[in-house]
């Protein structure tokens, strides 16, 4: 499997990779344009760039904002249904606004696993909650539960992923 993150930074500088390499074993990076998927890596989408999935390769796109934010995982979504189906496993951790939420149709849509962070465990609940109302996660779990899920459909070991999924 291959892991991919995005993070409403915009335009600011990120240590997000350097901070993943410290704590996973998976390899953390910027995702790079037209570079081939590797499984075993964690591509984290870069600042100011959507990232998104077609068989075999990444794209990055500096395409119209969505929600007012670039990157956004929308794209990363549905884009990752539209070329894997029921392989994907789509994740809604922590944050402001309801990006993701069409992305999470999408993959359900497709025959893919749909997981949200609960609420009340999420410092900024806005997503997990607007993931939640827009479609029916297969699972609503803390972190660690969303951890424990992911690594039981990959058949990894729990203690191999982080909460960075």
């Known amino acids: 499997m291959a892991v991919f993150v995005v993070v409403h930074i915009g335009r600011r500088p990120s240590r997000l990779p350097e ?16 570079v081939p998927i590797r499984s075993g890596r964690i591509y984290v989408a870069p600042p100011d760039h959507h990232m998104l999935l077609d068989a075999g390769r990444i794209r990055l796109s500096r395409g119209p904002k969505i929600r007012g934010t670039r990157p956004a995982v929308d794209p990363l979504f549905q884009s990752a249904a539209a070329a894997y189906g029921e392989q994907v496993i789509g994740v809604i951790l922590s944050g402001a606004d309801s990006d993701g939420a069409a992305g999470l149709r999408a993959i359900e849509a497709r025959g893919g696993l749909v997981l949200v962070q609960r609420p009340d ?3 900024v609940p806005s997503m997990p909650t607007a993931a939640i109302i827009a479609d029916h996660p297969d699972a609503c779990l803390p972190a660690e539960g969303l951890a424990r899920r992911i690594a039981a459909e990959c058949s990894l070991e729990p203690h191999g992923m982080s909460q960075q999924v």
């Open 121 to 123: 465990d999420a410092a």
């Open 19 to 34: 901070l993943l390499n410290r704590d996973s074993r998976l390899p953390a990076s910027f995702a790079q344009h037209d």
